[in-house]
């Protein structure tokens, strides 16, 4: 019963307000819906005054204000039709279907529109081409900033050979949380140069058709990067030296061990001082030895088996993992592109060190 009085209620306040917009009939509907689920004195004294209110006013009130809505609503229906007849787009639609088609890429390639095995070349040029159709200074197309930064930004991932094996090896997602200092602002890869600063470069400081630094850059920023690079330059050659000397040290390392350490006894690959071929009782591994391996180590073969079963096993374990994590990554690419050529590849792709490992513990 007291659900009925609620929705009663609720059906006295819909009455209302449409007696306050002039809707009596619907009202008197609510109204009666009213007194069905739970009567009131309200409701009764609201019918009332509905029925009793003199039907040929209030008819030509309600098609008075019904009138002058219709009225109102034509007259801002003319105005809209108006105003998008006198507006002329400053834009082609080659303009529009071009900064549509880099805006929806979700790869670098497909933004400057290069294959895989693209030149230097061939990298410029799609670079100063579409450089030039995106700039904003001179399409005006809805996007074309955006647009603008997407080249950019694919241009400074393809020209730096890190960044662009990175990108290869693991999609825009999946960066290292460092930047480098050409990257951009989005998925990973920021950097200092800006789309800006990377297309003066290009150009030589300077739009072909008009000031380039007119909206998004200052020469104060300008000057401020060139003489971060004269100093990074000036530097160069020291910070060059601290970088290669643990690598020379290691190296002069490595020469000294190797007059240290004697050789191994055996090897996994045939070689030239490695020809002896042999197998273990136990696996059947294949592993090689010198010519004279018989002579000085025949009384320990069983510990030099175990040890090269141990060596072969590691090898598999250690392949196996980077197949594993080599086809999970393609898979997780193509999934992340919605590539189901990838995928199907991926599933595809053997993994014959997993496969021989499984072999030997079973």
């Not at 007259?75 to 809209?80: M, R, V």
């Not at 001179?138 to 990108?167: C, H, M």
């Amino acid at each position: 019963m007291d659900g009925n009085k609620d929705e009663s209620e609720r059906c006295i306040t819909i009455a209302l307000q449409c007696i306050s917009n002039g809707q009596k009939e619907k009202a008197k509907k609510f109204l009666l819906k009213a007194q069905r689920l739970f009567p009131t004195k309200k409701a009764s004294d609201l019918l009332q005054t509905l029925e009793h209110a003199t039907s040929n006013g209030d008819t030509k009130a309600e098609d008075t204000t019904t009138r002058q809505r219709k009225q109102s609503n034509s007259k801002a229906s003319d105005k809209e039709k108006t105003k998008g007849a006198n507006h002329v787009a400053d834009y082609t639609p080659e303009q529009k279907a071009a900064v549509k088609r880099i805006n929806n890429c979700n790869d670098v390639y497909e933004v400057l529109e290069l294959p895989k095995d693209f030149t230097e070349s061939d990298l410029k040029k799609a670079y100063r081409k579409l450089a030039l159709q995106m700039h904003p200074d001179k399409n005006k197309a809805p996007g074309a900033t955006e647009a603008f930064k997407a080249v950019g930004k694919a241009y400074s991932i393809l020209s730096d050979k890190e960044k662009r094996r990175q990108y290869d090896l693991y999609g825009p997602e999946m960066q290292p949380s460092r930047p480098s200092r050409h990257e951009e602002d989005s998925h990973g890869f920021e950097g200092d140069i800006s789309p800006e600063e990377l297309f003066n470069m290009f150009f030589g400081g300077a739009f072909p058709t008009g000031n380039i630094n007119r909206r998004h850059t200052t020469n104060a920023r300008r000057q401020q990067f060139y003489t971060y690079r004269e100093n990074q330059q000036s530097e160069s050659g020291l910070t060059l030296f601290f970088q290669l000397a643990p690598i020379l040290l290691l190296i002069v390392l490595s020469l000294m061990s190797s007059f240290l350490v004697s050789d191994a006894v055996f090897s996994l690959q045939r070689t030239d001082k490695y020809s002896v071929e042999m197998k273990t009782q136990n696996l059947k591994v294949t592993f090689y030895v010198k010519e004279d391996f018989r002579v000085e180590f025949k009384s320990d073969l069983r510990r030099i088996e175990r040890a090269v079963e141990e060596e072969y096993i590691g090898q598999l374990r250690s392949n196996c993992f980077r197949e594993r994590n080599y086809r999970e990554n393609m898979m997780w690419r193509a999934r992340n592109y919605g590539d189901a050529k990838l995928y199907q590849k991926a599933v595809d792709m053997t993994t014959p060190s997993c496969d021989n490992l499984q072999k030997v513990y079973s």
